[in-house]
């Protein structure tokens, strides 16, 4: 426990390693804890559960050729009242997962992919919480990510940056692809609108480029798509409007293909 109850720091630099067994920073409502792993071979490998902020706050930043490993989930923002963030900056720098994360729960998250770094996990679920990525080079590989439902979750894919899946599923929030070489591709599908009650959208401008096996837009959701070299791309159907109220727009210049429509 980092911050258990009063403030905890831990710092690993070029070269050193640790080993964890489990992970919790910010662990009280009024704790803060604090992690940099930072520099060319800085380790830490965490065989369970990662909680970056439990009930209170906490943050982690790992760069500049840093590794981290996590066996178990993680969670940045458990719980109520809690803020977390994680920041993953810079060439080679990898946090690779075996579990699914979760940006947040119920308390707010922020995740930062930027400068060349990558973040692999399993399934990814955003909240009341942020990701952005950006950046040339940089990317973040989910299996699966989920918009939830009634939550503020957003999602941000700017200047270069690159998520890539196989399945991708906004129930409630907004994602953003924004900017020359700046993509988001799903090998299996896509689904905008999926929650029962809330709105969530998906605005590709500036260059951005959304691809999936299949685009289904249903529920509350829409999908805007705006400006030259703007482009959504469905290599198999691409269905528009099963209940709700829900929309397709192209505009500026911006391209949109599938196979069947």
Not at 124 to 145: D, L, Y
């Amino acid at each position: 426990h980092m911050g258990h109850e009063g403030f905890g720091e831990l710092r690993v630099e070029a070269g050193a390693s640790v080993h964890s067994r489990e992970v919790f920073l910010g662990f009280d409502e009024a704790a803060r804890g604090e992690a940099i792993i930072t520099g060319a071979d800085a380790r830490w490998s965490v065989n369970q559960t990662f909680t970056i902020a439990e009930s209170g706050s906490a943050s982690v930043t790992m760069s500049d050729g840093a590794f981290v490993r996590g066996s178990g989930d993680v969670f940045i923002g458990r719980r109520n009242g809690s803020v977390g963030a994680a920041t993953v900056a810079g060439s080679g720098t990898f946090w690779d997962i075996f579990g699914k994360i979760h940006v947040g729960s119920i308390g707010n998250g922020t995740l930062v992919v930027a400068a060349g770094s990558r973040v692999r996990n399993l399934d990814a679920t955003i909240g009341n919480g942020k990701v952005e990525v950006s950046g040339a080079g940089t990317e973040w590989n989910a299996r699966s990510i989920t918009l939830s439902e009634r939550a503020s979750g957003e999602l941000v894919i700017r200047d270069g940056g690159v998520v890539t899946g196989e399945f991708a599923n906004l129930a409630g929030g907004e994602a953003l692809i924004e900017g020359n070489g700046s993509r988001w591709d799903t090998s299996m599908g896509m689904q905008v609108g999926a929650g029962a009650v809330e709105s969530s959208s998906l605005v590709i401008r500036d260059g951005g480029t959304a691809t999936a096996a299949n685009v289904r837009i249903s529920g509350f959701g829409g999908i805007e798509v705006r400006g030259s070299g703007s482009s959504l791309i469905s290599e198999g159907e691409l269905f528009v409007g099963y209940l709700g109220s829900n929309s397709l727009i192209a505009a500026d210049g911006a391209f949109i293909k599938s196979s069947n429509a």
